[in-house]
C-alpha cells in the first residue's frame, strides 16, 4: 500500500526560529563594525547590507536570483525562492586596518556578527524572507595635539564615537508574469548615534566637552524589480532596479557642551536640541546580471544615495542648527562573477565549489572641512563551498577575503584586510514524503 504524505509549515518552528535569530543577533550589533574615524561623518559608515555571496563578489546583487539563496539587496530575488526549502544565512566578519597620515602610522582590529536572514516560499511563485542587519556603523577613537604660538602650551582635544543604526526586515517577492518580479522589504531601523569632542589645554585647569547624541527608532522600505530575458537555452539576463524613498527619522539631536574647572566642583553645562533632525536620503540603484547554464553569472551594479539634498546638524558661531552643504550625493559601483565547475556532477565536491571575484568603488556622501571626503574602492574574492554529509548536501560555508582603500587629498589614508565568514543552511521543510 503506498500513500502520499504532504508535511506542511510547522508556523510554530518557523516563528521560533525567527524570534531566537532576532534575540541573539540585536545584542551582537551593539557592538560597532568598524575603527574609523571617518565613522563621525553624517549617520556613519554605510554598510553593504549584502550576505555571503554578495561579499565575495564585491558586493553586487541587483541582478541576481536563485533559488537557493537570500538576496536581500534586490527583494524581487525572494519569488525564485525553491519550493521545497527553508533558507537560514548567517555571517559574521573581522577586519585589521591600517591608518597613514604623514609618516605615521596605526594598526587596528575589529569584528562582529554581520547578519542573519532567512526566507522561504509561501505560494507558488512568491517568497517571504526576514533578517536583520546593520545600515550604518560607527566606532572611533583618537586624539590630536596642537601646538599654539606660544611653543610652551599645547592643545589637546580627544574624539570618540560609537554606535550606529540597526535593522531587522520582513520582505516579499512576487512573480507577475513569467520575465517580470517585483518586491518589497520593510524594516524597523533603530540604534543611538553618541559623539563626543574634548579639549583641554596643557597650561589651563579648564576643559570643554561637546556631546553630541541622538536615538533613532524609525523606519525603512525598499522596493524592487527583475525582469529575466532568455537568450537561448543556456542563457538568460536579468534586469534589476531598486528604490528606496528618503525620509525624517523622527530622532532629536542634541548637542550638550560641558565647562569644566578641575579646581570646582560644579561644570557649566549648556545643551542645543534640534526637533527631528536626521533623516535618511532617497535611493535608487540599477543592476545586470548575466548567468550561463548555471555554471557562471556576472552582474554589475550602479547606485546612488539622495544625501546632497539633506541638511544635517552642526555646531558653529555658537549655534547648533541643521546646516546644507555638508552631506553630497554619494554613487556606488560594483562588478562580481561566480564559476561552478560542474554543477550536475555527482562525483566530487570540488565540481560544486564557487569561486567568486568582485570590486566595488564609492564616493563619499560628506564633506571634511570644505573638501569631499575619502573615495572607497574594494576588490573582494572568495568560495562557496558545498556542506556534504549524509545529512545535508544543500547547504554552503561561504568565505571571502576583501581589501578596502580609502584614501582623499592631505587625509587619513586606510587599507583594511577583511575576512568573511557565513553559512547558508538550506533546509527541507516542506518537501513530500513517499511511504511504502
Known sequence: MKFLRNRRINMNKFIGCLVLSVLTTMPAFAQSGTNSPYSQYGLGDMADEGVGFNKGMGGVGLGFRKGNEVNPLNPASYSSIDSVTMIFDGGLSGQITNFKEGGRKLNAKSGGFDYITGSLRLIPHMGLSFGVMPYTNIGYNYSTTTRLDDASTSLATAYKGDGGINQIFIGAGFQLFKPLSIGFNVAYIWGDVNRSVKTSGSSSVNTLSKEYNASIS???????????????????????????????????????????????????????????????????????????????????????????????????????????????DSYKMNVGAEWIPNPRSTRSVFHHIRYRVGAGFTTPYYNINGQDGPKDLQLSFGVGVPIMNAYNNRSILNVSAQWQHRSAENLITENTFRLNIGITFNERWFSKMKIE
Open 218 to 328: 524609525s523606519y525603512k522600505l525598499d522596493f524592487g524589480l527583475q525582469y529575466t530575458q532568455p537568450l537561448n537555452a543556456k542563457d538568460e539576463l536579468t534586469l534589476g532596479a531598486v528604490f528606496s524613498p528618503g525620509h525624517k527619522l523622527n530622532a532629536d539631536p542634541y548637542c550638550r557642551i560641558v565647562t569644566s574647572n578641575s579646581s570646582i566642583v560644579k561644570a557649566d553645562t549648556t545643551t542645543y536640541t534640534i526637533t527631528n533632525g536626521l533623516e535618511i536620503p532617497t535611493s535608487f540603484g540599477v543592476g545586470v546580471a548575466y548567468n550561463h547554464d548555471q555554471k557562471l553569472r556576472v552582474g554589475a551594479d550602479f547606485r546612488l544615495q539622495k544625501w546632497g539634498s539633506i541638511d544635517y546638524p552642526a555646531f558653529d558661531n555658537n549655534h547648533y542648527a541643521l546646516r546644507s552643504g555638508l552631506l553630497k
